[in-house]
């Protein structure tokens, strides 16, 4: 950890602080998870190794990267490629009343469809996908982070634990209400994506040919 100083504090994931903080060699901006280890009994989290074994195998452009590991005394760092922001942070700038800029929308959509696509092919499911772990830049980039609670899987897929749950509450007809500035493709789109039985919801490879995303910049 001698390599690494932290800067602030700049949020908490699913088992540990986060930090912004420097390489000292490169002078490079990253970020620091700290998994506190509790005894030397218990080692390191399950949580933990699941999601630096995971990383290890994920590279893609729209999946935050995993730098290095290092440990010091009862704690763990992760060292991240270091993001401005998370996706809630910037809904919550936006003022009341006002929607996210709608080509904005439908290029995150693409980017994390996506980084959802690669796990998907690599049998990874992340089964936290949140506002709160979904990365952003400046320059229009988002990607999937905090694969905490992911795992692998195999054919066929097995019934998960209850840990994950679903927020549910949408009609196909009060979406239309709730999400107006959305146009009949991304309506669309998002319906196909709620379909509460797995086998019958799009899967995230067949929505990226979505009509929704004809008119996207795909560059």
């Known amino acids: ?12 994931g699913t088992y540990g602080v986060v930090y912004k903080g420097r390489n000292k060699k490169t002078n490079q901006i990253v970020a620091l998870k700290k998994i506190r280890l509790e005894s030397e009994e218990e080692g390191v989290p399950s949580t933990a190794i699941r999601e630096i074994s995971i990383l290890k195998e994920l590279q893609h452009p729209n999946i935050v990267s995993l730098q290095d590991v290092v440990l010091q005394e009862s704690n763990l760092f992760l060292v991240f490629e270091f993001l401005q922001m998370d996706l809630k942070k910037y809904m919550d700038t936006i003022a009341s009343g006002k929607f996210m800029d709608k080509e904005l929308v439908k290029s995150y959509t693409y980017q994390i469809l ?8 690599r049998r990874v499911l992340h089964r936290d996908m949140k506002p709160q772990n979904l990365l952003i830049d400046r320059n229009g980039i988002i990607k999937l982070a905090d694969f905490g609670l992911a795992r692998a899987f ?15 509450g949408y009609t196909h007809m009060s979406l239309c209400d709730s999400v107006k500035n959305l146009g009949e493709d991304g309506i669309d789109l998002l319906a196909k994506c709620l379909v509460y039985n797995p086998a019958k919801r799009i899967s995230a490879k067949v929505a990226l040919s979505h009509p929704y995303f004809d008119d996207l910049d795909k560059k």
């Open 1 to 12: 950890h001698d390599d690494y100083v932290k800067i602030e504090k700049i949020g908490e």
């Open 114 to 121: 996506q980084g959802i696509t690669y796990c998907h092919s």
């Open 154 to 168: 195999g054919i066929p897929v097995r019934v998960y634990t209850h840990e994950v749950r679903i927020m549910w």
